[in-house]
């Protein structure tokens, strides 16, 4: 199974929870400021393909501003 992960980066806020708590490690921290001044978190688009759906991201985030799709191959 396939996932895709989306991040509001006006949303998120940075914590860094979801790069400690995904287990392919293709979220980062970013490096470019959003709008209220923190350094959001982004997956890294070569690696979006290990992305296996598990959603752990999604339900650590304290903002909910992560979203994750499943594909059923």
């Not at 980066?9 to 921290?29: A, D, Q």
């Not at 490096?31 to 598990?54: H, Q, R, S, W």
């Amino acid at each position: 199974m396939k996932g895709k992960i989306k991040i509001d980066s006006e949303l998120c806020k940075g914590c860094g929870f979801c790069v400690i708590t995904c287990p392919k490690g293709i979220i980062k921290l970013g490096t470019t400021f959003n709008n209220l001044g923190y350094l959001p978190a982004m997956v890294i688009d070569v690696d979006m393909e290990k992305c296996t759906g598990c959603m752990l991201c999604a339900e650590i985030c304290p903002e909910i501003a992560i979203e994750v799709w499943q594909e059923i191959e």
